[in-house]
């Protein structure tokens, strides 16, 4: 009984607090002055791969998935003003990335091959395009970059 009675005061302080923060850093939506940022992963591995990107400090989005011998694929975006790249929810809520990786299904945060973001400001982010394989002698995915075309 004792811990309902400290919930219900939390919980409105918490919406108090949300709806404060929107107030003062309203969610950005759209692709309005953003850039598409083509993404691709091959994957040339033996098992399946998972694309993924932490949206948050403890937070990740699923980029997408591909079988061996086919692709990932997706679209993320830039904001080239400030360098950010973003992930857009269903809402078209911008979902600013922090790190994108990709690793085998199942396991791809502790098999993973971080992909590097630019994030600079004044510039866009520039195409992801990489090729994942095993990397030899472990148990982790190596992604590297394929040449521009």
Do not use: Q
């Not at 005061?9 to 003062?24: D, Q, S």
């Not at 850093?25 to 992963?41: E, I, N, Q, S, W």
């Not at 502790?110 to 973001?117: E, K, R």
């Amino acid at each position: 009984m004792r811990a309902r009675t400290y919930l219900i005061p939390l919980a409105a302080i918490l919406a108090t607090t949300v709806a404060a923060a929107e107030e003062t850093h309203p969610m950005k939506r759209g692709t309005d002055g953003l850039t598409a940022v083509p993404f691709r992963a091959d994957n040339r591995s033996s098992a399946a791969i998972t694309c993924a990107a932490t949206i948050a400090h403890w937070y990740s989005a699923e980029v997408g998935s591909a079988a061996p011998g086919a692709s990932v694929t997706a679209t993320l975006w830039s904001d080239p003003k400030t360098g950010e790249v973003f992930a857009l929810n269903e809402h078209l809520d911008r979902m600013p990335l922090l790190r994108v990786w990709c690793g085998y299904s199942g396991a791809d945060v502790s098999t993973a091959s971080d992909l590097p973001l630019l994030r600079r400001a004044g510039a866009a982010e520039k195409p992801i395009s990489v090729a994942c394989h095993g990397a030899a002698g472990t148990n982790r995915l190596d992604c590297t970059p394929l040449p521009a075309p």
